[in-house]
């Protein structure tokens, strides 16, 4: 059974950084496609980043080169690295696991 926890959200300034950890307690993690989204308030969710079970990355243009997407298969966890926050960035962030699995949401709030 697939059950994914998030981590890591949190207050910061603009221009300050933040890591978000997903971990997955199922089996399927290393196989699988990792997703982070992101919803702001009385906003749709949107797509941030992807990271394949091969490796291979794709972003928002609205996040290229100033996040990155990463993951240890041998924790099973994912994790976006967040540089360069912006206030526009604040949202509840979400993993996504094989395109059906979803995490509870963590909150990242930025500061002007």
């Known amino acids: 059974q697939v059950q994914l926890v998030e981590s890591g959200g949190g207050l910061v300034q603009g221009g300050g950084s933040l890591t978000l950890s997903c971990t997955d307690s199922g089996s399927i993690f290393y196989i699988t496609d990792m997703d982070w989204y992101r919803q702001a308030p009385g906003k749709q969710r949107e797509f941030v980043a992807r990271i394949t079970g091969g490796g291979s990355r794709n972003y928002a243009d609205s996040v290229k080169g100033r996040f990155t997407i990463s993951r240890d298969n041998t924790k099973n966890t994912a994790y976006l690295q967040m540089n360069s926050l912006k206030v526009e960035d604040t949202a509840t962030y979400y993993c996504?696991?094989?395109?059906?699995?979803w995490g509870q949401g963590t909150q990242v709030t930025v500061s002007s």
């Open positions: 996504r696991l094989d395109s059906i699995y």
